[in-house]
């Protein structure tokens, strides 16, 4: 096991509804990413937080935002959900960052589905 | 613009067989790291190498081994006499120093099916 652990694990919601993912980080980690996985694909970047502020993007809209609190756990919200939303999301934490340590640590993640 | 392309999609083999998963990528940058991740059925990716673009030497690991050539832009990723508990999807994955932090881009994963 990681240390890094995400809730829910598994949830459903409908169309135009919001949702907010969570994360806790592996202990001594200060920096979190969010992945959203879709079935059968590998995962995609969405964005990064460094010791509570975003630190890099992926191509996702601003529907998509986050937080990360003092404690360095994390919050993904995903507002106004559409049906290709639906995917697994991955949290992964590092201690600075992972180009420097080498790995990312990640948790099992929250799958998504949109009806 | 960064691309992992990881042209297998599944792969089944009998334990005990040798296997490779092949890697290609593209990237713009001179300097650039590479990964390799296996994901088992309970959904976490579990880190298995880093490697950065100018340390070309193979590396090998207990069963498993990597084979990165920046000629041909491709990093493999070999299993040696393979057991049932390989069985993973595997992703290989890129990341540009410019890019800040943990941004990697994946490929689309090989789905390894040992079977006993």
């Known amino acids: 096991e990681t240390g890094v652990t995400q809730s829910p694990t598994h949830l459903i919601k409908t169309r135009g509804q919001q949702v907010t993912l969570r994360c806790s980080s592996q202990?001594?980690?200060?920096?979190v990413s969010w992945y959203q996985q879709a079935l059968g694909q590998g995962p995609q970047f969405i964005f990064q937080y460094y010791r509570e502020e975003e630190n890099g993007r992926g191509n996702f809209p601003p529907r998509f935002s986050g937080l990360q609190f003092p404690n360095y756990s994390s919050e993904l919200n995903v507002n106004a959900l559409e049906l290709d939303d639906s995917a697994l999301y991955l949290c992964a934490s590092s201690q600075r960052l992972a180009l420097d340590t080498g790995e990312l640590f990640f948790g099992e993640g929250s799958r998504l589905t949109v009806l | 613009a960064q691309k992992v392309t990881q042209a297998q999609t599944e792969i089944s083999v009998v334990e005990k067989e040798d296997v490779t998963l092949d890697c290609v990528y593209e990237?713009?940058?001179?300097?650039?790291?590479l990964f390799w991740y296996k994901q088992p059925p309970s959904g976490e990716l579990v880190f298995l190498i880093r490697r950065n673009s100018f340390d070309e030497q193979n590396e090998i690991s207990g069963r498993y081994s990597w084979n990165f050539q920046k000629s041909t832009s491709s990093f493999n990723f070999t299993i040696t006499a393979s057991q049932v508990v390989d069985s993973a999807v595997y992703f290989c994955a890129l990341s540009e120093a410019i890019n800040a932090g943990n941004m990697l881009t994946f490929g689309g994963g090989t789905r390894l099916m040992v079977k006993p």
């Open positions: 990237t713009r940058d001179t300097t650039y790291y």
């Open positions: 202990s001594g980690h200060n920096t």
